[in-house]
C-alpha cells in the first residue's frame, strides 16, 4: 500500500536533500542492564507484570530476545535516515503495526 502511494505520488522529502547511506557505518551495543531489568520483571508477580503489559504492552519481551551481531549490521546497512524505514531497491519497506505485533509473538 504505501510502495503504490509512493509510486503514484513520489517522494515526500526535500528535493535538495541528498538520502544516500553512509558507506561504513560505526555501530556500538550495549545491553543496559538487562539482567537486572530481567531480575526485576521475575521478582514481581502475575498481578503486577499484567498492569504493566496493560499499559506499556509486549515491550517487556524484548528482554528475552538474544540480538543477532550478523543481522543488526545488515539492518544497518539497508537503514535510511531521510525515511526513517529500510529501504531496498529504492523501494521503502515500513512496518505496520500488526507486524510489529507478530514479530514481538
Known sequence: MSED???REGDCEI???DSSLLQIVCMECRMNHKDDLKGIWK???DA???HF???YGDVTQLLFV???DALLKAMVHFWDPTY???TFNEVDMVRTIEE???LLH
Do not use: N
Open 84 to 86: 526513517r524505514c529500510f
Open 100 to 102: 510489529y505485533f507478530t
Open 66 to 68: 538474544k540480538p543477532d
Open 5 to 7: 502511494t509512493q509510486s
Open 43 to 45: 521478582s514481581w508477580d
Open 48 to 50: 503486577k507484570k499484567m
Open 53 to 55: 503489559q496493560d499499559k
Open 15 to 17: 528535493a535538495c536533500f
